[in-house]
């Protein structure tokens, strides 16, 4: 060992941005380790080697320190006074301490790899601990690399200064191929202090990409004048964010999308395609979730279970299959969006319902007043009192002509309500059409029920009647065989 190993620990220092005296520490401990190997035949514990740092020489200096006694028992540990004397003076006593050098050359070459392999796994533990405590508050961050390598689908990604970084093949998204030496974006998911593999894991699939990148593009988001509420992606295929000024002045997804769409084309560009809807948000969840369900447009929300978070949103017949999305993928995004169970209901098929349920209730005999009908309000139907139409049934024998008269509404209007209530007078014929069914089969059943309960008695009587009948047959077959026969002895005679 010469000065030559200061200068590696310079450079390693400077290379790997360690501390120096923590590199200086882990040479001690491992050249210690190395001398009690060594050394062991004569001292079994090792705990008499001492192992120092001369920093003018830069080099390290190895001892052993023993006791002085009148007479040796141990040499391992012990030194005679006389020894003592000539090597520190006349000074010396008995149960003195004295610290004496080790020659370095006869620690051998398995001792010294013994410290190069204990020094090389020190120095690693302390790289990672570096690495650890400068990238575990940066969780979330975006950070700029180059493809490395793939191993069995996971991909390497060099982050500089010989560090790598880790995107799993679960967080890697749908339909993005990329090359070695390619450029690439991604975000810090975690952090680990695992002595194998890359320490730092990274996500190409994790909403906080998106986050990251709008803040990048949008000045509004970096200055917190427009602020991300909520952000969820099906990555390689579609987004959506919701977002929210602090400024009444500013639309905040105006803002996001950018003039002609420049922003948020962007970073489309950079998720290789993906589809990005952006959604103001709302504190009311029935307003949150009908803008979530964009591009589709809602009729109607209904909170169904507040406790549970369950809603319905009412639409169109057209805006149905929009609402819902390729194979559930809309409506599904827009329930993670809100946080909240969000049910698809078509409207016709809704009005179908209502119109059964008034329909069942004028087949009872009840009356169903004009204002059941969500076409028709209170002025309308103050309008149709007073010309004498009071009920849907009344109401479903208008013709056209007299509903635009009456209620100065257009032609599409006039047939809309008009429609509206024949459908619920069919739902009544439909109802007692299915009553008279039901009443017809009751009685049918009853009818044959009396059928099948007649009187015991009179089966015997039908049985010998039946005996009657089959025993005639043969007394007439007999007859006609004895004539036969009379007659065929006739001829003989003759």
Known sequence: MTSSIGQSIEVLCNEQGL???????????????????????????????????????????????????????????????????EMAGDEIEVGDMLLIPLPQEEMGRIAAQTAKQILVQKVREAIREKVYDEYIDRKGELINGSVKRFERGDMIVDLGNNLEAIVPKKEQSRGEMWSQGERIRVVIIDVSKEQRGQQVICSRAAADLLKRLFEMEVPEIYDETVVIKSCVREPGDRAKIAVTSNEKDVDPVGACVGMKGSRVQSIIKELRGEKIDIIEWSDEPSVFAANALSPAKVSQVRITDINNRDMEVIVSEDQLSLAIGKKGQNVRLAARLVGWDIKIVSEELLKAEVAKQMGRMMAAGEAVPITA???????????????????????????????????????????SILSAAKAIVAAKNEGEELEGAVEEQTEASQEEDEVVEEPVSELPEVVEEAEVAETEPEAESETETVENEDEGQTDDKE
Not at 42 to 62: F, H
């Open 19 to 85: 501390d120096r005296d923590m590199v200086i520490e882990a040479m001690k401990e491992a050249v210690k380790a190395a001398a009690r190997k060594q050394f062991r035949t004569q001292d079994k514990t090792g705990d008499s080697i001492q192992v120092d740092w001369n920093s003018e020489e830069g080099m390290i200096e190895i001892s052993v320190q023993k006791t002085v006694v009148e007479e040796v028992e141990n040499e391992s540990a012990e030194l005679s006074l006389a020894d003592a004397i």
């Open 373 to 415: 009908l969500e076409v028709v309000n209170a002025a309308q139907a103050e309008a149709l009192s007073e010309k004498g139409i009071e009920d849907v049934e009344a109401l479903a024998g208008a013709s056209v002509d007299d509903l635009v008269d009456t209620l100065d509404v257009s032609l599409d209007e006039a047939e």
